[in-house]
């Protein structure tokens, strides 16, 4: 029910801009988060956005990345910028009640996810 876009391969420094699209069942959904999965590691949360409040970030991205979202298109966005080596991973939206925005328990929609690779 959710698709995300946008991936690819960069060079450190570089800006990518992430889509995810999807039904508006998914899209009717309180929260809308983005989650990344780096090799080996555990999926770990990015940033997430509500109807109510946010939006929210980890602090490996503060600063650097943007979450946004068009209920009108059914679609949320993650604007990367200044991109660096440790931000390789794949990334999946989610969407869901999200009472709390960190924990991936708390999404019952998820997309398949993209591919960011940044090169040094």
């Known amino acids: 029910q959710l698709q995300a876009s946008g991936g690819g391969l960069v060079q450190a420094g570089a800006s990518l801009r992430l889509s995810c699209t999807g039904s508006?069942?998914?899209?009717?959904?309180?929260?809308m988060g983005w989650f990344r999965q780096a090799p080996g590691e555990e999926r770990e949360f990015v940033a997430a956005?509500?109807?109510?409040?946010?939006?929210y970030y980890a602090d490996s991205v503060k600063g650097r990345f943007t979450i946004a979202r068009d209920n009108a298109r059914n679609t949320v966005y993650l604007q990367m910028n200044r991109l660096k080596p440790e931000d390789t991973a794949v990334y999946y939206c989610?969407?869901?009640?999200?009472?709390?925005?960190?924990?991936?328990?708390?999404?019952?929609?998820w997309g398949r996810g993209t591919e960011v690779t940044v090169s040094s």
């Open positions: 956005i509500r109807w109510s409040d946010g939006p």
């Open positions: 989610a969407a869901g009640s999200a009472d709390l925005v960190v924990p991936a328990s708390s999404y019952d929609y």
């Open positions: 508006r069942r998914a899209f009717s959904n309180s929260a």
